[in-house]
Structure formats: structure tokens, C-alpha cells
């Protein structure tokens, strides 16, 4: 099961809405970049290396952001949306 901690789903809308304010075509390219994302993830958990235990990262499509989720059982849990700028770990490697 795909679950989201409340920083991701806070931290995707932001995105979204970022690309949604700039214009309509990137915010629709963005939102099925992420679907698509969060597609595979689903379909292949293990399918990206383990980062810092017991993160895992992804990169969106084209755009400069990075999932970071942890396979728990059987399930998913989305902990993060970070740019690719930022630094992704130092805020959420102690959760």
C-alpha cells in the first residue's frame, strides 16, 4: 500500500502548485510526472538503491525534484518531496 507522511503530501502540493502558477501545461506535465513516478515505485519498490538506510530516492521525470520513500513490509511510505537543490537528507534522516 502507497502511504504519504503529511510533509510529502504538503510538500507536493507546493510543487505543484509552483508549476500550476507559472503555467497550465507545465503544472498538467508535472502532476503525470509524478504519477508516473509514484506508479513505478509501486510496481518495483526495491527498484531504486537505498541512499541512507532505509531511504530510497527518485527523481521526477525531467523536473528537478526527488521522492524519498522507505518499503516498510508491504508497505510504502512516501516521506519526502525535495528539490534537487536542496540538501535531502540533513531534515528527515533522523525520522
Known sequence: MLMFKEEALQEIRQAQLWYEVQRTGPGIRSRNAMRECLHFIVENPPGFAIRRS????????????????????????VCRLRHGKQRPLKKFAGQ
Open 54 to 77: 532505509p531511504y530510497r530516492a527518485v527523481r521526477v521525470g525531467k523536473y528537478p525534484y526527488i521522492v524519498w520513500y522507505a518499503v516498510e513490509g508491504d508497505d510504502i511510505v
